[in-house]
């Protein structure tokens, strides 16, 4: 079966264990960074399908790949806490449990 996408560093690991065999190579920085948002998007699609039981890991899984992107990019916790607060500042939180319904003209 072909993949094609980003994987952890211990999978091609267990998936030997598990004896089989698997195809791997290193992407290039863009390559990454591109594989990344991927992954991304992945990961918050699980997040978003998981059952009340399994969110605490898949919440884990988005976290791991938001500090892999922040890695690439040079960017740190404090930098994203900041523009966090700043957003917030701005635009609020979700404390109020909001929905949108319309907008009227």
């Given at each position: ?42 990961e918050a699609q699980e997040v978003h399908a998981a059952p009340p039981a399994e969110l605490l ?49």
């Open positions: 079966m072909e993949y094609n996408k980003l994987i952890r560093d211990h999978i091609p690991a267990i998936i030997s264990q598990s004896g089989r065999q698997c195809r791997t190579e290193t992407m290039n920085e863009a390559e990454f960074r591109q594989a990344l948002r991927a992954k991304l998007v992945e890991t898949e919440l884990a899984d988005v976290l791991e790949v938001l500090d892999a992107l922040m890695q690439t990019h040079n960017i740190t916790v404090a930098d994203v806490r900041a523009a966090q607060h700043q957003r917030r500042q701005e635009r609020g939180g979700f404390t109020k449990q909001l929905r949108l319904l319309e907008v009227l003209p």
